[in-house]
């Protein structure tokens, strides 16, 4: 937004090293990153691709919040072994290809998100958060990032409007809970 409000025309490489260092998640978010990438190292390499269809969720995000700084300090993660790098990379692979091929049922079934352990030990309301939602006939269910938001999978959008609504009835001390579905190429705001 800079570079174009002060017309620097940087180049690509150099708002993207501008980028990572003002923080890991922000190359993401230059032009051509979005809106769906993997991103390696810190986040500062983005590839982006094309999923195959559009997927639906409900986002909830509960009152809690949570350090991102602790939640990473209580990962405790143990030196990565030559057998677990090659792991690594054959996961994100997986996940990769359920998304070009739009096959919501399989992304939910691969859905793992290594800093949860760590986000429930920095606040243990959260499981409460896990387990409420594991009531609902979510295709899968997991928290976003280093937390403290967690998302459901749904088939489409009709399940995922339903779900949301009964949630926000049932249980509407839970937190803010919305509807929501991905964002396609054409809708995202890049040039």
């Known amino acids: 937004g800079l570079d174009r409000l002060f017309e620097t025309r940087l180049a690509k490489k150099r708002l993207a090293a501008l980028a990572a260092r003002l923080g890991s998640d922000v190359p993401f978010f230059l032009p051509g990153n979005g809106p769906l990438a ?4 810190r986040g500062e390499r983005v590839f982006p691709f094309k999923a195959g269809a559009i997927f639906h969720y409900v986002l909830v995000k509960p009152a809690v919040s949570l350090p991102t700084p602790r939640v990473y ?3 405790g993660a143990p030196p990565l072994k030559e057998n ?3 792991r690594l990379p054959k996961r994100s692979t997986v996940i990769e290809e359920v998304l070009r091929r739009g096959d919501v049922l399989q992304l939910a079934r691969h859905l793992v ?4 352990r760590a986000a429930l030990a920095v606040d243990s309301r959260l499981a409460r958060v896990r387990d409420l939602l594991r009531e609902f006939s979510f295709l899968g269910i997991s928290m976003t990032g280093s937390g403290s938001a967690y998302f459901g999978v749904c088939w489409d959008r009709a399940q995922a409007r339903a779900l ?3 949630l926000k009835r049932e249980r509407p001390r ?7 579905r991905s964002v396609a190429s054409g809708e995202y705001g890049g040039r």
């Open 38 to 41: 993997f991103c390696r190292g």
């Open 73 to 75: 300090a209580g990962l």
């Open 84 to 86: 677990r790098l090659r």
């Open 113 to 116: 998100n290594d800093l949860e």
């Open 164 to 166: 949301a609504g009964r």
């Open 174 to 180: 839970l937190g803010q809970i919305w509807a929501v």
